[in-house]
């Protein structure tokens, strides 16, 4: 497959994910739009990788991959927390700042 397929593959994954986020009302949804922009950008990282023959992609790559799963380890602890206290998970309905 040519360099030319991820990258659209990668670009088409990135715009799911932000539909995903602008579009869905819960929250751990909105996580899994957030996860697959992530993933879709570290499909960018390593095929930039391969076309200059480097690793650094790869490595940058590998941090993302670390922070992904420190964000959603932080973010299902909100969203349960939130949903412990409001009944549910819906973006719209979280006001904490404002009660």
């Known amino acids: 497959m040519s360099l030319t397929s991820y990258l659209v593959l990668a670009v088409i994954l990135f715009f799911i994910g932000a539909v995903i986020v602008l ?11 957030v ?4 993933n879709s950008c570290n499909l960018m990282l390593v095929t930039f990788s391969n076309m200059h023959q480097n690793i650094e992609g790869q490595v ?15 973010g299902l602890a909100i969203i349960v927390s939130i949903f412990r206290t409001r009944r549910s998970t819906s973006v719209d309905e979280v006001r904490l700042m404002g009660r």
């Open 23 to 33: 579009t869905r009302h819960s929250a751990v949804i909105a996580l899994m739009g």
């Open 35 to 38: 996860e697959l922009m992530l």
């Open 60 to 74: 940058m790559a590998f941090f993302v991959m670390v922070v992904a799963a420190a964000e959603v380890v932080v």
